[in-house]
């Protein structure tokens, strides 16, 4: 993970689960790059599969090795018609390509990740370690927080006229209030 961020535990657990196994794409390589997935806003992980194909560049600074590589060239047996002999021909060297995840390293990645919270919890114990650590560092974090009531479904607490039933049994009526600095108050006069 990122040198900021309190996975070490996890990264730990999934290279111990990994074990022997193949390392194309390393554990600490596949955390960094699902993180700047996040950070680049990717709406999916098809999406960040793109970036990561177009553009090498993101590859490095998440760990994965970034050498550009040949398709293996196929050698096959022909018969050479002059000389009645067989001659081994091989096909013609491939576009270079970066060797970046897939789809599958994705799911199976993710796959194991969830396991982990939900057999130990361990990304809600990053999640609570960094808020301790930004709740020290600025003391009024969280203090004071605010929403958009528009962002909330529910009923209007209308009456219909009919049944004399409000849409939302529970809704009332409300008021938006602001207090504090009055935009008007802002404005000097010159």
């Known amino acids: 993970m990122r040198d900021n961020l309190p996975g070490k535990k996890i990264v730990k657990e999934l290279e111990d689960r990994r074990g022997k196994g193949k390392n194309a794409f390393p554990v600490r390589a596949m955390c960094n790059v699902v993180i700047a997935g996040v950070v680049f ?4 992980i098809e999406s ?3 970036e990561l194909s177009g553009n090498p560049a993101l590859l490095e600074p998440c760990g994965f090795d970034i050498l550009p590589r040949y398709n293996k060239p196929v050698a096959r047996l022909k018969l ?14 491939q576009d ?3 060797y970046s995840p897939n789809s599958w390293n994705f799911s199976r990645f993710l796959r194991n990740v969830i396991g982990l919270e939900e057999g130990q919890g361990m990304v809600t114990d990053m999640i609570r ?3 301790k650590a930004l709740m020290k560092a600025l003391t009024d974090f969280g203090r004071h927080l605010g929403y958009d009531g528009k962002s909330i479904k529910g009923g209007t607490g209308h009456k219909n006229r009919g049944t004399g039933k409000t849409s939302d049994t529970d809704a009332d009526w409300g008021k938006h209030e602001t207090k504090g600095v009055q935009r008007k108050s802002l404005l000097l006069d010159i």
């Open 41 to 44: 806003q990717h709406e999916s």
């Open 48 to 50: 960040l599969i793109r």
């Open 80 to 93: 050479n018609e002059e000389t009645g002999q067989m001659e081994i021909v091989h096909s013609e060297v």
């Open 96 to 98: 270079v390509y970066c």
């Open 129 to 131: 370690q960094l808020r």
